[in-house]
């Protein structure tokens, strides 16, 4: 049986993690592609030659042809400008819908099969131009954006705790924006719902809340908190890592519930955008979109957050 194959279009800093990240783990023979000449060239060459040592039997190809990704079954999406400090991820709408048009074109082209999973930014905008450039169905175009806001949740939650990263459950919906909605009442260690942990820590109610919506804030400003660390562009591992885990569930039909940025025909009251939901992601792409009861307050939230992706998206020309 051959190979999976996985183009990945952008060979800058998330694409080049893309790349080792996706041969460390065996998902397939990956290929880089990007408009820079020597590039993903010189990427690939240099995981490819760490092979022998962490033991991974998956060709490596960098490329500026688009030929090249031909028979991909899965493609990541990260050309474009990333944010630099003072940005909103908003910003970069003109700039990255040009290339993202491009690149719509080139799988169209070359990948018509492929499932397309974009990261580029402004994310929800993004996705949907690509979609409508390729015209693949909808199963088929997703975004990430809810993988790594939620690890981000989980991880601010794991270290106020005190507990493995492992163990903790939590997740957002919306928007990849300030506005996303992390859902503080579906957050647990365990199956222990954190606000009940938080109170029992601080022997305090109200103190509890603050934690909690301190650690909120924190994630809806969590991209910005590494843009304004690294000054010259955005977060690039803990991306490639949600990308992956989406990608491997596609490939490996894994079938994971995974917050994805995808496209609502009803759900959730939403109907004709792209926005974050809990998703079965298998062999044929979104299966599932999994709708469950929110209260008062997330439903205000998510509305927000449906009402900033829905101007973002009108935005687009
Ligand atoms: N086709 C293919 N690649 C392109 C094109 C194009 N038309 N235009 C630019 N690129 C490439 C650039 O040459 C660069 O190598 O996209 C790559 C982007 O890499 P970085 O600038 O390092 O950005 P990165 O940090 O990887 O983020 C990429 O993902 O999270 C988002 O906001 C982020 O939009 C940004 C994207």
Known sequence: MARKKIALIGGGQIGGVLAQLAALRELGDVVLFDIVEGLPQGKCLDIAEASPIDGFDVELKGTNDYKDIAGSD??????????????????????????????????????????????????????????????????????????????????????????????????????????????????????????????????????????????????????????????????????????????ESILKDQKRVLPTCCFLQGEYGVKGYYVGVPAVLGSNGVENILEFALDAEEQAMMDKSVAAVKSLVDSLK
């Open 74 to 247: 899965v493609v990541i999406v990260t050309a474009g400008l990333p944010r630099k400090p003072g940005m909103s991820r908003d910003d970069l709408i003109e700039v990255n819908s040009k290339i993202i048009a491009s690149v719509g074109e080139g799988i169209k082209q070359y990948a018509p099969n492929s499932f397309v999973i974009v990261i580029s930014n402004p994310l929800d905008a993004m996705v949907t131009l690509l979609q409508r450039i390729t015209g693949f169905p909808y199963n088929r175009v997703i975004g990430q954006a809810g993988v790594l806001d939620s690890a981000r949740f989980e991880a601010f939650i794991a270290w106020e705790l005190g507990v493995s990263v492992k163990d903790v459950t939590a997740m957002t919906l919306g928007g990849h924006g300030d506005d996303m909605v992390p859902l503080v009442r579906y957050a647990s260690v365990k199956g222990i719902p954190v606000l009940e942990l938080l109170e029992r820590k601080y022997k305090d109610k109200a103190k509890a809340k603050e934690v909690m919506e301190a650690m909120v804030k924190r994630t809806r400003g969590a991209g910005g908190e590494v843009v304004a660390l690294l000054k010259t562009g955005s977060a690039f591992y803990s991306p490639a890592s949600a990308a992956i885990s989406m990608a």
